[in-house]
């Protein structure tokens, strides 16, 4: 009785409207094999019968449709065609309709078998009418498939409706934002609110609430100050939730070395659990930050299925966050990967530790453009378009982003850092250009983007040149007192906030830390390290 309830409280209307296709195609197929049979025997037989046979098979399609339909519409239900259970959303799934079609006509021939003055189906049309309607619902079914892969344009024109029609307040939908007050989520909070979304947001607010200053009185956003890693709490905040946009994690190479153990607990083991709990809760859509790191250090242009050569704790976190996010795949539960190229611009949450910013600010404010390993390549996208892209994500048709992970930025935009300092130069003349060797980082990587332009139809807004300008003008405006402050600074937060110990693993990240008087939180309460991913875990902090 609860499974059932928790069905219907899932129903959703594409829902309805496969089963109004499927009750098509049933019916179709019934009354083609009953229209042929009655055919073949008018014509084999005398005029006289014929009246008597016009009346037999109308009997069999008044009486045995309806019947029919009774007993396989519960039938396919309850084999997940509705449901999308694990079985019909394996790679069987044309073995899954087969037997649920053949399941159903079984049990309707078994019915007429005994009572044939009632239903008087004819064998042959019986045995027609099985072989129609298993041929037209795993043709539709295939049909469907096949559409959304060769012709992914529609995504474009999808996401273009889409968004449209959320500008004008049309959505209704509910979306949990993890991590959405930090560098990237200051920026979507805003283009989500205005799309008319309803947000609700899932964050420790350890910067306060000025990144979300310009949202934070808006009635459709609803503020939930907790630790993501927090069972509970993760629980709460998924109710009633329509898509679940991750963006919460240790961010950067240098912030993850700061305290390692702590790295896999927010970055890995939390996704995990996060995970499982939206795909218990019935969430479908999955949206994971992780970034072009992974790539490490290559001397080709890499798209999503070449291979990862990571060469830092941040990097194999967020690879074995994705292998994770993937195997837990399944028709009900769509992970999205959206690997960010090195981000630049101004957020809610500006941060300096990225190095167009830095670049930027040093050249201003201490006529210096500092230039180390120059001939490293770095794929670069603004914030903006960071979060843009993930609300085309978040927008496209679910069939299109199942599963896929998508390179978040342009082409034009792979720059060595050399032209990136060379770049600023140009702009801001009076500064030096020292170029120095290399500084340990071995990141080297040159990214193509086509994917994400062809099948989403995501196409960034910003230019470097634009975002340089940006921080021109903040600081020209006054906005920017110490770029050097350790809160635009990942590492150096991190950093300050353990030596604080407000931030251990299991103790509940920063409860002391906003609860002065507050006891480290129960271990059982957060996430815990099971035995199916200790080998994960082991392959993320491995070198």
């Avoid at 009418?129 to 619902?137: D, F, K, Q, R, S």
């Avoid at 295939?142 to 307040?169: H, K, N």
């Avoid at 306060?208 to 459709?220: A, F, S």
Wanted: glycine share 6%.
């Amino acid at each position: 009785m609860d499974g059932l309830l928790f069905d219907l409280r899932r129903w959703r209307p594409e829902v309805t409207v496969r089963v109004i296709a499927d009750t098509l195609m049933v019916s179709a197929a019934f009354t083609l094999a009953l229209i042929l049979e009655f055919e073949w025997f008018v014509f084999m037989s005398p005029s006289p019968v014929g009246k008597l046979l016009t009346d037999t098979f109308i009997q069999a399609w008044t009486l045995g449709l309806p019947l029919l339909l009774l007993i396989c519409l519960p039938t396919f239900h309850l084999s997940g065609f509705y449901t999308r259970n694990r079985a019909y959303a394996s790679r069987y799934k044309v073995l899954i309709i087969a037997q649920a079609v053949s399941i159903g006509y079984l049990i309707f021939g078994f019915v007429s078998y005994l009572f044939p003055q009632v239903v008087p189906v004819p064998r042959l049309a019986l045995i027609s009418a099985w072989l129609m309607t298993t041929v037209m619902l795993i043709g539709a079914r295939l049909w469907s498939y096949i559409w959304e892969l060769v012709l992914p344009s529609r995504a474009s024109s999808s996401v273009t409706t889409t968004s449209a029609q959320s500008v004008r307040g049309e959505s209704s939908q509910r979306i949990l934002v993890i991590g959405g007050a930090g560098y990237i989520g200051s920026a979507l909070l805003p283009m989500l609110i205005e799309r008319g979304y309803r947000v609700r947001l899932l964050d420790l607010l350890l910067f306060g609430t000025e990144p979300i200053k310009d949202v934070l009185n808006h009635p459709n956003l609803e503020i939930i100050r907790a630790d993501f890693r927090n069972v509970d709490e993760a629980v709460r905040a998924m109710r009633d939730v329509d898509a679940v946009i991750h963006l919460g994690a240790i961010v950067g190479d240098p912030a993850c070395t700061v305290h390692e153990e702590l790295t896999i607990e927010v970055n890995l083991m939390a996704t995990r659990m996060l995970a499982e709990v939206a795909k218990g809760s019935g969430v479908e859509r999955f949206i994971f930050a992780s970034t072009c790191s992974v790539y490490g250090a290559s001397d080709e242009v890499l798209h999503e299925r070449s291979a990862l050569n990571p060469v830092s704790l941040y990097a194999r976190s967020k690879i074995a966050s994705e292998r994770v996010l993937l195997q837990l795949a399944s028709e009900r539960f769509a992970p999205v990967i959206l690997r960010f190229g090195t981000v630049y611009g101004f957020s809610g949450r500006t941060r300096f530790d990225l190095v167009v910013n830095l670049l930027t600010a040093k050249a201003l404010t201490e006529g210096k453009i500092t230039v180390f390993g120059g001939d490293q390549w770095r794929p670069f996208v603004h914030v903006a378009d960071a979060a843009l892209a993930v609300v085309h994500s978040l927008e496209a048709p679910l069939a299109v982003v199942r599963s896929e992970i998508f390179n978040v930025g342009s082409n034009e935009q792979n720059y060595t850092i050399r032209q990136i300092g060379e770049l600023i130069h140009r702009m801001v003349p009076s500064a030096e250009l020292v170029e120095l060797g290399n500084d340990g980082d071995r990141r080297n990587y040159r990214v193509n983007f086509d994917k994400i332009r062809r099948m989403l139809g995501y196409a960034p807004r910003w230019t470097v040149e634009d975002g340089v300008r940006q921080v021109l003008d903040a600081f020209a405006r006054g906005e920017i007192e110490d770029y050097r402050d350790a809160r635009y600074c990942n590492a150096k937060s991190i950093t300050h906030i353990v030596r604080l110990r407000s931030i251990e693993p299991n103790n509940g990240w920063v409860n002391r830390l906003i609860d002065p008087g507050a006891q480290p939180a129960n271990p059982g309460a957060s996430v815990a390290l099971g035995k199916d991913v200790q080998t994960t875990v082991a392959s993320a902090v491995a070198p």
